[in-house]
């Protein structure tokens, strides 16, 4: 089962990886533990993954006033994992396109 949804390239997420080379992020499933991460990205990339961070995301709702009225909605819920791969591996997010 795929617990990784997207790799994370945000402008945020590019600055955290050029001041710590090693630390990547990922979109996972909300149900995926540290310990489905890691082995899911060590088989992906063939890298050694040292450390996995968690992070759950609550959906947040947003409202704007447009000519036809009030527009409600509401963003979706997401979990987001920060992986440490081991010194001196890296990730090319880039390198199939």
Known sequence: ??????PLVTEKMTNMTDKMANRYGFVVRPEANKLQIKKEVE??????????????????????????????GQRNAFKKAIVTLKEGETIDFYSNI
Do not use: W
């Not at 992906?44 to 009030?70: E, H």
């Open 1 to 6: 089962m795929a617990f990784i949804i997207k």
């Open 43 to 72: 088989d992906l990339y063939n890298v050694t993954v040292v450390d996995v961070n968690t992070m759950r995301y609550a959906g947040k709702r947003s409202s704007r006033y447009t000519k036809s009225g009030l527009i409600s």
